[in-house]
Nanobody, 123 residues
């Protein structure tokens, strides 16, 4: 059974850090670009970051540049999102998604989605 599971969310104070993980079972992530999206209450889902299949190229939303880092460990079939300097506006459900391609592309090109993990940034 194909499954994509996010973990690592939780409650953190402003300025704190969290590391999200996205692990696949039933298929390998190695050949595909992986994206992180997020959806805050009352807002549309937005792209946060993407990493190509090789890990050689990444991109970030302007709102998280310099604070978030995406990485992948193909041997563990896992992609990570290290989030530092968290702000209240980062509060959202974070989703990982597998692209249909080895390169980064948009929302409409995602093949599989996880169910999300909640990140709450609050004092």
């Amino acid at each position: 059974q194909l499954q994509l599971v996010e973990s690592g969310g939780g409650l953190v104070q402003p300025g704190g850090s969290l590391r999200l993980s996205c692990t696949a079972s039933g298929f390998t992530l190695n050949y595909y670009a992986i994206n992180w999206f997020r959806q805050a209450p009352g807002k549309e889902r937005e792209g946060v970051s993407c990493i190509t299949s090789s890990g050689g190229s990444t991109n970030y939303a302007d709102s998280v540049k310099g604070r978030f880092t995406i990485s992948r460990d193909n041997a563990k079939n896992t992609v990570y999102l290290q989030m530092n300097g968290l702000k209240p506006e980062d509060t959202a459900v974070y989703y990982c998604a597998v692209s249909r391609h080895y390169y980064c592309s948009g929302y409409d090109h995602m093949a599989y989605w996880g169910k999300g993990t909640l990140v709450t940034v609050s004092s």
